[in-house]
């Protein structure tokens, strides 16, 4: 078995009572049948309080005011002080390392939803890499697991992550670079042509994002819409969508992006913001980066068992996007200042909207497979 992981994994652990957002609230956390039937055998004076703050039926714990039932006031787990930290849950004592599973390998990542696992992961100024190391553990099968698209995406997935890192190159185009690719790699694998797939890199390393490759990027991109259009679109197609984890979500994003659109409500004065949130927080370029490598690496070779590559890519680029917008946002809202803490809020807010709910990071892949908002040309413009 090989476990892959981001070399910064390691350096991660929980700052409980100093973390600004404690992720034991605002959630409603599911036990495990392993710790249940440990919370049912636990004896001791602790016993009657975990018994009675447990939803038996739900399998998860209570929560008062939205806050886990053994969270106390000093923003610590009673279970881990009063119990011992082997009692936690599967969630609580994995969260906020989050694991895909494929056959031979499992890949580990630190979820953005985590304040603190957010402020190592964007306070990283070089580039991200992973290390793969091999642990001995009997050989699993999945049943009918596609090795061969595996291996692919594999590849492709090395190739992406090298044009998303690239920094001879504007981010701008690594991105529009990024969603051609997986556009063409998804042709492939419709017509059930995969034997391309070594082709295809072939020619988009070649065309790297020279003369020819612009003069297509003209071509393709849609005409008769704007960029701010866009941006706006994409807001109205997703929100509704979305369950909502936390209460004010909605209003927090009501009031933010009124700030945003009345500002900029043409294009050329989205664009004219932008700069200006470039030119005063500059690190964003690099926390751009790392923001696309943190989605195709924790979502792109889950394609595996979808076929979904185009839409893990249009994810990756929507949801830096969202982003980069609530950030444009609060730093107009801020009277033009933003923080590193700032961009930090904001992706965990953000990841945990989507990523704590299973029904929203697959609403959010259909709509990116089906809605016209999402289209490949559309996408082009932002
Ligand atoms: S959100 Fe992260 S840092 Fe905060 S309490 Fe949970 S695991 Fe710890």
């Known amino acids: 078995m090989q476990i892959t992981f981001p070399a910064f994994y390691k350096e991660f652990s929980c700052i409980a009572d100093a973390c600004p957002d404690t992720c034991c609230a605002g959630w409603?956390?599911?036990?495990?049948?392993?710790?249940?039937?440990?919370?049912?055998?636990?004896?001791?004076?602790?016993?009657?309080?975990?018994?009675?703050?447990?939803?038996?039926?739900?399998?998860?714990?209570?929560?008062?005011?939205?806050?886990?039932?053994?969270?106390?006031?000093?923003?610590?787990?009673?279970?881990?002080?009063?119990?011992?930290?082997?009692?936690?849950?599967?969630?609580?004592?994995?969260y906020p390392r989050h694991i895909e599973e494929f056959e031979g390998l499992r890949e580990y990542s630190l979820s953005l939803s985590c304040p603190e696992a957010a402020r190592?992961?964007?306070?990283?100024?070089?580039r991200t890499t992973f290390r793969t190391i091999?642990?001995?553990?009997?050989?699993?099968?999945?049943?009918?697991?596609d090795y061969l698209l595996f291996t692919a995406l594999m590849d492709t997935r090395d190739y992406l992550l090298s044009i998303v890192q690239d920094r001879t190159i504007p981010l701008e185009l690594r991105r529009k670079k990024l969603l051609a690719c997986a556009h063409d790699f998804q042709l492939s694998l419709d017509k059930n042509e995969l034997y391309q797939w070594e082709d295809i890199r072939r020619r988009h390393q070649k065309s790297g994002v020279g003369e020819t490759f612009l003069a297509k990027l003209k071509k393709w991109t849609a005409s008769?819409?704007?960029?701010?259009?866009?941006?706006?679109?994409?807001?109205?197609?997703?929100?509704?969508?979305m369950e909502v984890l936390r209460a004010g979500w909605h209003e927090y994003l009501d009031n933010i992006l009124k700030v945003l659109y009345k500002t900029c409500d043409t294009e050329t004065k989205l664009s004219e913001c932008c700069q200006e949130f470039l030119n005063a927080y500059p690190d964003w370029e690099i926390q751009e980066e790392q923001l696309l490598v943190y989605w195709i690496y924790t979502y792109f070779c889950g394609a595996v068992y979808d076929g979904q590559i185009s839409a893990k890519i249009k994810m990756a680029v929507i949801c830096t996007s969202m982003i980069h917008d609530l950030a444009v946002a609060t730093y107009l809202a801020n009277d033009r200042r933003f923080t590193f803490n700032d961009l930090v809020s904001i992706c965990y807010r953000f990841s945990r909207e989507l990523e704590h709910s299973d029904l929203n990071l697959n609403e959010m892949e259909k709509l990116m497979d089906e809605d016209e908002t999402f289209r490949f040309e559309n996408l082009l413009l932002l």
Request: proline letters at 4%.
């Open 120 to 126: 190592i992961f964007l306070s990283r100024k070089d």
């Open 28 to 94: 409603q956390i599911m036990i495990d049948d392993k710790s249940l039937r440990k919370y049912r055998r636990f004896k001791g004076p602790f016993r009657n309080r975990l018994h009675n703050d447990i939803d038996w039926e739900e399998k998860s714990f209570r929560q008062y005011d939205r806050r886990c039932a053994f969270l106390n006031e000093d923003n610590l787990c009673d279970i881990y002080s009063e119990a011992g930290p082997e009692m936690l849950c599967d969630t609580c004592r994995k």
């Open 134 to 145: 091999e642990k001995s553990s009997p050989k699993e099968t999945y049943e009918d697991f």
């Open 224 to 241: 008769g819409t704007d960029s701010a259009s866009c941006h706006k679109q994409i807001w109205k197609t997703v929100i509704p969508e």
